[in-house]
T-cell receptor, first 114, second 111 residues
Framework: NAGVTQTPKFQVLKTGQSMTLQCAQD?????MSWYRQDPGMGLRLIHY???????DQGEVPNGYNVSRSTTEDFPLRLLSAAPSQTSVYFC?????????????FGNGTRLTVT | DAKTTQPPSMDCAEGRAANLPCNHS???????VYWYRQIHSQGPQYIIH???NNETNEMASLIITEDRKSSTLILPHATLRDTAVYYC????????????FGSGTQLTVLP
């Protein structure tokens, strides 16, 4: 049981390049979400999904796209990378949207945009 | 608007209790208080949560004031491995989970 797996662990992009950050969970969780964490700051919600085919925006969605075609996978796409998107990205999942179950986090993707 | 307020840093001697405060004066009646911690920039790890009653598990205790405007996370016997950033968050019931994490408290356990 791997939990929440994020790939790659590290990535360097040039401004304007596109890429997809992968997130997969093997716990059959309905809820998945993406956060970014900038140095010395807390986590900010980018996008989230309450089930396959359903996504919604979080606090800082601009510059990012998501889709949820399967329960297991929730990729985050950067269409045209900008230096302001240099950050650590965390994916999280939960069995449902209720309040009685916690989030399970992956170990992050460290992205640098030059 | 920050929904929770935590001190930026605290120190604690190894073996002593660590008491981490959190203010959430605008908490709604259906919001739960959740605590997570983040060690060495790994993904955050769930610790404990509660609504209005005090809670205890194998990791920590959570004390919520009667008016629910503040709470305290207690690590009863802190170890060096408890050095981490601790986040207090609020999660509403009955809606999609949208946790908001503030800057947290950097707890340093000293030998």
């Amino acid at each position: 049981n791997a939990g929440v797996t994020q790939t790659p662990k590290f990535q360097v992009l040039k401004t304007g390049q596109s890429m997809t950050l992968q997130c997969a969970q093997d716990m059959n969780h309905e809820y998945m979400s993406w956060y970014r964490q900038d140095p010395g700051m807390g986590l900010r919600l980018i996008h989230y999904s309450v089930g396959a085919g359903i996504t919604d925006q979080g606090e800082v969605p601009n510059g990012y796209n998501v889709s949820r075609s399967t329960t297991e996978d929730f990729p985050l796409r950067l269409l045209s990378a900008a230096p302001s998107q240099t950050s650590v990205y965390f994916c999280a999942s939960s069995p449902g949207t209720g309040t009685l179950v916690p989030l399970h986090f992956g170990n992050g993707t460290r992205l640098t945009v030059t | 608007d920050a929904k929770t307020t935590q001190p930026p840093s605290m120190d604690c001697a190894e073996g002593r209790a660590a008491n981490l405060p959190c203010n959430h004066s605008t908490i709604s009646g259906n919001e739960y208080v959740y605590w997570y911690r983040q060690i060495h920039s790994q993904g955050p790890q769930y610790i404990i949560h509660g609504l209005k009653n005090n809670e205890t598990n194998e990791m920590a205790s959570l004390i919520i004031t009667e008016d629910r405007k503040s709470s305290t996370l207690i690590l009863p016997h802190a170890t060096l491995r408890d050095t981490a950033v601790y986040y207090c968050t609020l999660t509403p019931s009955g809606s999609a989970r949208q946790l908001t994490f503030g800057s947290g408290t950097q707890l340093t356990v000293l030998p």
